[in-house]
Nanobody, 118 residues
């Protein structure tokens, strides 16, 4: 009943920027936390950043100062602005949200490939 649809992935050169978007649709009553995870080849999925419904944010040390998370509650959308991209940022990025649909549950986007070339 709930879908998270991502957009904005692609190929960029090191030092460039990308913005990812993730919009929730379907039947639900509310969204609390929204965030972004990533998984690089041969590595575990890791938390990149998250934002609460009140706008509080946390960032992984590896991206703090370069990435910015934001959300538009009216559009049920979360964004990830990625600046000063590094080759090490290459990964599949997944959005994630805690959604109330009778009960609280975790939902995931389909994944967006971000490739940073040297």
């Amino acid at each position: 009943q709930v879908q998270l649809v991502e957009s904005g992935g692609g190929l960029v050169q090191a030092g460039g920027s990308l913005r990812l978007s993730c919009a929730a649709s379907g039947r639900f009553f509310g969204i609390n936390r929204m965030g972004w995870y990533r998984q690089a080849p041969g590595k575990q999925r890791e938390l990149v950043t998250l934002i609460t419904s009140g706008g509080n944010t946390v960032y992984a040390d590896s991206v703090e100062g370069r990435f910015t998370i934001s959300r538009d509650n009216a559009r049920n959308t979360v964004y990830l602005q990625m600046n000063s991209l590094k080759v090490e940022d290459t990964a599949v990025y997944y959005c994630n949200a805690d959604v109330y649909n009778g009960t609280w549950g975790v939902y995931w986007g389909q994944g967006s490939q971000v490739t940073v070339s040297s």
